[in-house]
T-cell receptor, first 112, second 116 residues
């Protein structure tokens, strides 16, 4: 089983609708990172959350971290076709070299 | 604003051939990484480096080798390519102070490799 589970695996929404993607860890979180990937491209860093209850926003994307539930959510308000892509969460291990391990991603399609 | 540059973008190999995937970064980052991404499987760490001259295995190192002779470059070597190595390969770099510290990784555009 994956250490980081993302849900849903895929999502199709009408332009203008709100949506939420969840990332749940089976282990203690020491930093949660959200990335976006477009087909044929690398991952683009969106936001990083480190403390329980922390919330960050960038344009119409908001991410929150619930340390007790070991979960993060990514919320997009008034979705646009430019939001389409694959969203991946990554989490840090506190030991070792501080590597990140990633979820399997959520594929978002926004219909104009 | 080059960031992390990977070459080549695409490659087709025959079984048993070898090749090197190149990765260079111009951000003076101490950490560098190689991942592979298979459909529906997320990113798996192959090898990483915490500085020039230091490399270590990730989750899926078999069939690969790396070296880090400079801060900027982190090539990935595939010896005796196998169909199981068909994947998209990503190089990334970051500045980190170690366990528990912030570690924002910046990714290259990827190399699509097919082994036939």
């Amino acid at each position: 089983s994956q250490e980081l589970e993302q849900s849903p695996q895929s999502l199709i929404v009408q332009e203008g609708k709100n949506l939420t993607i969840n990332c749940t860890s089976s282990k203690t979180l020491y930093g949660l990172y959200w990335y976006k990937q477009k087909y044929g491209e690398g991952l683009i860093f969106l936001m990083m959350l480190q403390k329980g209850g922390e919330e960050k926003s960038h344009e119409k994307i908001t991410a929150k971290l619930d340390e007790k539930k070991q979960q993060s959510s990514l919320h997009i308000t008034a979705s646009q076709p430019s939001h389409a892509g694959i969203y991946l969460c990554g989490a840090a291990r506190k030991t070792g070299a501080n590597n990140l391990f990633f979820g399997t991603g959520t594929r978002l399609t926004v219909i104009p | 604003n080059a960031g992390v540059t990977q070459t080549p973008k695409f490659r087709i190999l025959k079984i048993g051939q070898s090749m090197t995937l190149q990765c260079t970064q111009d951000m003076n980052h101490n950490y560098m990484y190689w991942y592979r991404q298979d459909p529906g499987m997320g990113l798996k760490l192959i090898y990483y480096s915490v500085g020039a001259g230091i490399t270590d295995k990730g989750e899926v190192p078999n069939g690969y080798n790396v070296s880090r002779s400079t801060t900027e470059d982190f090539p990935l070597r595939l010896e005796l390519a196998a169909p199981s190595q068909t994947s998209v390969y990503f190089c990334a770099s970051s500045y980190s102070e170690g366990a528990g510290a912030k570690n924002i990784q910046y990714f290259g555009a990827g190399t699509r490799l097919s082994v036939l």
